[in-house]
């Protein structure tokens, strides 16, 4: 039997909730997946990950490289046992990282050549090593290797990238040896449409468990962003999971699992919350700012959450301002609670045939008045 086997459950447009069995048991889609870079979801504890609702954690290739380093965790039991997730773990492949982290030294046919951002000391990582990585932390979802393109790229550039992706796709599947893992092949394109439905559909010619939409959430604009999304739904398979990488902000999620995407991951909700501000239906609230103080109401009201069942906004507002390590962890803890319901609100939405009447409350609460 297909250890990744993924059913549609229901369907309301292009939205669908999806069941997604992994061997570390059974997820329901839309879901948003947890960074947790290092392999920890920064302040928060596993336990309390699971009191939330989190289904999927996120972990990095290019971070577990550099530090413990693959081999240390395969001895320890991989990723689950390590980190103290027994969920399903996803693991990015470690391009983008370097990206957007490293610094870069060199990109070619074989694979990138990077400086450490820790040590300085230069790492080659190529899609035969990216997935021996991932294989080594032992994650249940892999992705393969790719470029992503800066933006903006010409399209000679974005069409060379591609083309580089694909072939580092066919090694990557190549280098694979798990059956217990799932490859998902990420498409590319950038926001030229002829260059993303060919990238996507060059994708489709791998029987994968799942694709990504890779190369957004970059820098371009959401107008630009969101009709490569609703092409990229075109033309996947609607019987295998999409996976929207970066993605990101609560109203990005709406419009997105309404064109048919089914994960997300984002550093945003936990970032922004150690950074001091709370997700609520109307937006953000940032708790370093003087008004809150006084305010005895919780994050949000309504909100199930630890932090919104306990403590007021004046003493969220306090713990920032103090710069209490329990500020960001509440905030932190508060943000995926809040996107954890989003999804589930979603998913019970599609079941009743109405993620458009969904979408229009949301979008009515997020951008119908000023905070
Ligand atoms: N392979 C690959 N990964 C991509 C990622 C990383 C997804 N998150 C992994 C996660 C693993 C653990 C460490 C953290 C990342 C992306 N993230 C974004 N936008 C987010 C941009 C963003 C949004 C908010 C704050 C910072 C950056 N676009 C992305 C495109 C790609 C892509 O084409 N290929």
């Known amino acids: 039997m297909d250890p990744f086997r993924f059913t549609i459950q229901a369907r309301s447009g292009r939205a669908r909730v999806g069941l997604l069995t992994t061997p570390h048991g059974r997820v329901e ?76 030294r060199r990109i070619d046919e074989e694979g990138v050549v990077f400086q450490s951002h820790l040590d300085g000391s230069l790492i080659r990582l190529t899609p035969e090593r990216s997935i021996a990585i991932q294989e080594a932390l032992g994650a249940d979802f892999i992705m393969a290797f790719d470029e992503c393109p800066p933006y903006p790229s010409s399209p000679e550039y974005l069409k060379a990238s591609l083309e580089r992706t694909l072939r580092w796709l066919e090694r990557s599947l190549k280098a694979k040896t798990r059956p217990d893992q799932a490859l998902f092949g990420i498409a590319q394109g950038g926001t030229d449409a002829g260059l993303r439905a060919l990238s996507t559909r060059e994708t489709l010619r791998f029987d994968l468990p799942g694709y990504a939409i890779g190369g957004l959430a970059v820098g371009e604009t959401k107008e630009e962003m969101f009709p490569m999304v609703a092409l990229s739904t075109e033309i996947l398979p609607e019987a295998k999971p999409r996976y929207l990488m970066g993605v990101g902000h609560p109203e990005d999620l709406v419009a997105a699992m309404g064109l048919g995407v089914d994960l997300f991951d984002s550093v945003y909700p936990t970032r922004t919350g150690r950074f001091g501000s709370a997700l609520v239906p109307e937006g953000r609230i940032n708790l370093k700012n003087a008004q809150y103080l006084e305010d005895k109401r919780p994050l949000e009201e309504g909100c199930d959450c630890y932090a919104c069942q306990t403590f007021s906004r004046a003493y969220i507002a306090h713990l920032v301002r103090a710069e209490e390590m329990l500020g960001g962890i509440l905030l932190s803890l508060h943000n995926l609670r809040f996107l954890h319901r989003l999804t589930e609100r979603a998913r019970e939405a599609i079941r009743q045939g109405s993620y458009g009447a969904f979408a229009r409350e949301f979008a009515e609460r997020r951008f119908g008045k000023e905070i």
């Open 29 to 104: 889609t839309p879901l948003f997946m947890p960074v947790g870079t290092q392999g920890s979801v920064k302040g928060l504890l596993p336990k309390d990950l699971k009191a939330i609702g989190s289904q999927v954690l996120l972990a990095n290739t290019y971070h577990l490289l550099l530090r413990p380093g693959p081999e240390r965790v395969q001895a320890l039991g991989g990723l689950h046992r390590f980190a103290g997730w027994d969920g399903p773990w996803l693991t990015d492949s470690g391009g983008f990282q370097v990206m957007s982290l490293g610094h870069l």
